[in-house]
């Protein structure tokens, strides 16, 4: 597995519109074959705060998803709603097992 976690900081006016943005790139995201989760959160004591936890079943499955069309439009819809840059930190899978995904 290859795991992700982004952490994203939305500019306050922005926030509804990013939620509903990444909404649509969630939704395409979790029907992708090789995804095995794709989750977005927002931080409950800053609003204008989200995290996406991303697994992807190999490296090259993480590659697919940033050609996808939901992706791409995603990326394009909200590279103005950030207050900066997008971070992200990778992870390897300890448990469960991935053949539990």
């Not at 992807?56 to 990326?75: G, I, M, N, V």
Request: charged letters at 25%.
């Amino acid at each position: 597995m290859h795991i992700l976690m982004v952490y994203i900081h939305v500019k306050p006016e922005m926030v509804d519109a990013f939620i509903e943005a990444t909404l649509a790139n969630a939704r395409g995201s979790n029907q992708e074959p090789g995804v095995a989760r794709w989750d977005f959160n927002q931080q409950q004591d800053d609003p204008t705060r989200f995290c996406l936890y991303e697994v992807y079943r190999s490296k090259d499955a993480l590659a697919a998803h940033r050609e996808t069309a939901h992706f791409l439009t995603w990326r394009d819809a909200v590279k103005d709603m950030m207050v900066s840059e997008r971070t992200r930190t990778e992870y390897t899978n300890i448990y469960p097992p991935d053949e539990s995904w």
